[in-house]
């Protein structure tokens, strides 16, 4: 079983559209959680982290769930420069700042 | 403006010969600097941790002999792939952080390489 596991899409939405991705990780004892961009052929770029209380930035939300061992993350008012690949990922409590890494959901967002 | 950069952004070798990726922490002395690789509509897997000045950790499954790693100053790390083959053929990435072991990593823009 993947460490972190999300549903690989591609999610196509209109511009405007809501969408949410979700994200499960195994490990309980998983320390601090994000999400990334990444665009075609380009680095990962921080997002945003992900807080227990659940934390907004504009139009994206993100939560965790720690019980569940869930990460959520809602884009509100598509915008065709959303379409990208998130990914979630959680920072281990061991082995120093290692992240892993979800193989990403793929957003494609259209006129 | 940039924080990190990566030399070449993309190389194509044939199979047998070595390659070195350059990653430079451009605006702080990074004490850590990771590698990752990522192959096609895969996740970034975690290949090794560079610190300066001391050997790098390398994950399970990673062949230390295979891919050298010289951390040689607190800007520069260095990936070989040694006689690379077409399996070697991946996205390499490189990421630094400041300091403390929980500081943002922040990522250089990789490395295509193609092993024919």
């Known amino acids: 079983r993947k460490e972190v596991e999300q549903d690989p899409g591609p999610f196509n939405v209109p511009e405007g559209a809501t969408v949410a991705f979700n994200c499960t990780y195994s490990?309980?004892?998983?320390?601090?959680f994000f999400w990334y961009r990444q665009d075609c052929r380009k680095e990962p770029k921080l997002l945003m982290s992900v807080y227990s209380s659940g934390n907004e930035d504009g139009r994206f939300t993100a939560q965790l769930n720690r019980a569940s061992q869930y990460i959520s993350l809602l884009i509100r008012d598509s915008k065709l420069s959303d379409s990208a690949t998130y990914l979630c990922?959680?920072?281990?409590?061991?082995?120093?700042?290692?992240?892993?890494f979800g193989a990403g959901t793929r957003l494609a967002v259209h006129p | 403006g940039a924080v990190v950069s990566q030399h070449p952004s993309r190389v194509i070798c044939k199979s047998g010969t070595s390659v070195k990726i350059e990653c430079r922490s451009l605006?702080?002395?990074?004490?850590?600097m990771f590698w990752y690789r990522q192959f096609p509509k895969q996740s970034l897997m975690l290949m090794a941790t560079s610190n300066e000045g001391s050997k790098a950790t390398y994950e399970q499954g990673v062949e230390k002999d295979k891919f050298l790693i010289n951390h040689a100053s607190l800007t520069l790390s260095t990936l070989t792939v040694t006689s690379a083959h077409p399996e070697d053929s991946s996205f390499y990435i490189c990421s630094v952080v400041r300091g403390l072991v929980t500081d943002t990593q922040y990522f250089g823009p990789g490395t295509r390489l193609t092993v024919l």
């Open positions: 990922v959680v920072r281990k409590i061991s082995g120093y700042n290692k992240l892993i």
């Open positions: 490990n309980s004892a998983s320390q601090s």
């Open positions: 605006d702080f002395q990074a004490t850590t």
